[in-house]
């Protein structure tokens, strides 16, 4: 057996770490790595499903060996703590080979703010992969929902601080869904800044959304219907000052919607209404105002005619069956393909001219004094006339544009109690 109090010089200091390396914690180990003829030490440790060695600014002396097993033991404290990698790197970066410690500590939230802002412009949208475009409606109000509304709160000629933080938080009530975006928007820019000691904060922050939405209105195909004889002036005399051309465009976008399940916007993108219209892949898709397409597919693309994209990007949807109106098409005119032509001011902001159809669409069912006034409820009915007539959940998910999950979990929530006898 060695005597290590009778060894002297690099045979000590390999042998001292040979002892010390066993003391790391469970997880995380020590090792030796040589280059340029000069010695240092790594971290070894699991994190996902890789196994990675790390550098963490300690060299093969005895300080520095007893260093690295101190910073191995936080090492293995802050992966349990964690929730995503990145926030991991950014506390290793801080913590463990002292990066920028002083710089970030001083960054202001301005300087974060732009940190955030380059990087969500740099990067594709989440759905469509699409690159995102400074000058694009649509993109700007993601980035004002997403951040922007809630880092104007934010004093940002400070540096970054916990109780900014907490106190920006503090304008949102927990629980709310508002309160779970601003959470995560603040965490985004922590990260961004790597500021371990605002990360750590945040992350220990209760974010879950416990309170919903109870206003949401559901609708049932019956009572479209009446709806729209009303509006139309089949049932009911219209006052003389009704403007029933543009009583009938709109109906139509609102039957189409819920003929294929749309979202406003999408109807207002549709490809091929009066013209055939080739898919990428050389497909024609006859006009839907073509009286020999029977099928009535129809293509729905990227933008809008106003220039505002679409929530999933280019796809095709079919007309949802309903098993007591069995030719919707026809019976709702939907082959007229009698779009309206409303644009809005060209002096709008990107917000209004981003909410155009959604805010024009609420204000006509508002005028012409209807109980209905969310469109998205035509949207779900389709998704239930589907699922009454028991189309196939996967395709129907793939015509409306969305997830089995997002069609089984969150487009139940508007069922009328009509629709489910």
């Given at each position: 057996?060695?005597?290590?109090n ?10 001292l ?17 040589t ?5 240092y ?6 994190i996902?499903?890789?196994?990675v ?10 300080d ?12 293995a404290?802050?992966?349990t ?11 290793y970066?801080?913590e ?14 301005g300087e ?11 990067s594709?949208a ?7 475009d400074?000058s694009?409606?649509s993109?700007?109000?993601?980035w ?20 900014d ?9 927990p629980?709310?869904?508002a309160y ?7 965490r ?7 500021n371990?000691v ?9 974010s ?16 479209f ?29 609102f039957?189409?919607q ?12 549709i ?33 809008t005619d ?12 079919v ?6 109106y ?13 779009k ?24 006509k ?10 469109t ?12 009454t007539?028991g189309v ?25 109690t009509k629709?489910?006898?």
């Amino acid at each position: 057996m060695t005597d290590s109090n009778k060894l002297i010089g690099y045979e000590a200091l390999r042998a001292l770490y040979e002892s010390i390396k066993a003391s790391t914690p469970k997880g995380v180990g020590l090792k030796r790595e040589t280059k340029g003829g000069k010695s240092y030490l790594q971290l070894q440790f699991t994190i996902g499903d890789k196994r990675v060695a790390k550098a963490c600014n300690c060299s093969f002396t005895e300080d520095g060996i007893r260093n690295a097993v101190l910073k191995a033991q936080k090492v293995a404290e802050a992966l349990t703590k964690f929730s995503t990698e990145s926030e991991f790197w950014a506390w290793y970066d801080s913590e463990v080979l002292g990066k920028s410690r002083i710089k970030n500590d001083l960054i202001t939230f301005g300087e974060a703010i732009k940190l955030v802002e380059d990087e969500f412009w740099r990067s594709k949208a989440r759905t469509t992969k699409r690159k995102r475009d400074r000058s694009n409606p649509s993109d700007i109000k993601s980035w004002t929902d997403t951040y922007g509304k809630f880092y104007k709160h934010l004093p940002v000629d400070k540096a970054m601080s916990v109780s900014d933080f907490m106190t920006t938080l503090g304008r949102w009530e927990p629980g709310t869904k508002a309160y779970k975006v601003a959470v995560s928007a603040m965490r985004k820019l922590a990260r961004s800044a790597e500021n371990a000691v605002c990360i750590e904060k945040l992350n220990k922050i209760d974010s879950k959304q416990t309170e919903f939405r109870n206003d949401l209105q559901s609708v049932d195909i019956d009572l479209f219907i009446k709806i729209r004889d009303k509006v139309l002036g089949i049932t009911e005399k219209l006052h003389p000052n009704a403007r029933l051309d543009s009583r009938k465009d709109w109906m139509w976008v609102f039957s189409t919607q819920m003929v294929y399940g749309l979202r406003i916007s999408e109807v207002f993108a549709i490809l091929n209404l009066t013209k055939p219209f080739k898919t990428p892949d050389g497909v024609t898709i006859p006009a839907l105002n073509d009286p020999t397409n029977k099928d009535n597919i129809i293509a729905i693309g990227e933008f809008t005619d106003i220039g505002t994209t679409t929530k999933t990007g280019f796809r095709l949807a079919v007309p949802i069956p309903h098993p007591r109106y069995p030719d919707l098409v026809k019976q709702l005119e939907i082959k007229a393909c009698r779009k309206p032509n409303n644009k809005p001011r060209e002096d709008s902001c990107p917000e209004t001219i981003a909410k155009f159809y959604s805010q024009t669409a609420r204000a006509k069912l508002v005028k012409w004094h209807l109980d209905l006034t969310q469109t998205h409820a035509l949207r779900h009915l389709a998704n239930m006339n589907g699922r009454t007539s028991g189309v196939n959940p996967t395709a129907l998910a793939q015509s409306l544009g969305h997830s089995v999950q997002m069609n089984e979990n969150t487009y139940t929530k508007r069922v009328a109690t009509k629709t489910k006898l």
